[in-house]
């Protein structure tokens, strides 16, 4: 492969990865929340755990599992 598809190559790989990263980012905590509100907590603290690991900004996934904790008695 000549250089620039390396290149072009590289930045797909990189948009991608960026791209995945954002929507775990933004739909594991929806999916946490679908669980806390059919009351199954164990489901819903994986996808805040999985949100958190993709953005520890985001504080109401910390709140929101670690009440998820206190439903579980864990």
């Not at 775990?24 to 996808?47: C, M, R, V, W």
């Amino acid at each position: 492969k000549s250089l620039a598809i390396k290149e072009k190559d590289k930045v797909r790989d990189f948009a991608k990865t960026t791209l995945q990263i954002l929507f775990s980012a933004q739909y594991n905590p929806f999916l946490g929340n679908e669980y806390f509100a059919k009351a199954q907590y164990t489901s819903a603290i994986d996808h805040y755990t999985e949100a958190i690991k993709y953005d520890a900004t985001n504080t109401a996934c910390f709140a929101n599992r670690a009440l998820c904790y206190i439903k579980t008695e864990r």
